[in-house]
């Protein structure tokens, strides 16, 4: 369910523990004006800020952090944002349940994935 606050916007799921993601803009020249739901955990949502220049946030959970949810998350998002341009302006946070320390086959394919976006 996408849902907003004042500056806050929300996926919550209705009938279901945990999951789900919060983007909350604390400033008055920041202003969302565009949200796509991407599955029921995440959205994205683009930002203005000073009325001129925009950013794509993309907040993240993966709930297991294997090689199949990453490569689905990419995918949908190039789906959902055809222009480089666009992809260009994407920031990607939150919870991927990966641990980035370690050489797992995981944390190869995130970094060439993410090599390939230009991210």
């Not at 916007?9 to 739901?37: C, F, K, N, P």
């Not at 990419?74 to 994407?90: A, C, G, V």
């Amino acid at each position: 369910m996408l849902s907003q606050f004042s500056q806050q916007l929300a996926v919550t799921r209705q009938l279901s523990r945990g999951g789900g993601t919060l983007i909350s803009l604390e400033s008055d020249y920041l202003r969302a004006v565009r949200r796509i739901a991407v599955n029921q955990d995440m959205q994205l949502v683009k930002v203005i800020a000073h009325s001129e220049r925009y950013i794509w946030f993309k907040p993240i959970y993966l709930p297991r952090g294997s090689r199949k949810e990453v490569q689905a998350l990419f995918q949908k998002i190039q789906e959902l944002l055809l222009h480089p341009i666009e992809i260009n302006n994407l920031l990607m946070i939150g919870d991927w349940n990966i641990g980035m320390s370690g050489d797992s086959d995981e944390v190869k394919f995130l970094k060439d994935i993410a090599k390939k976006f230009r991210l």
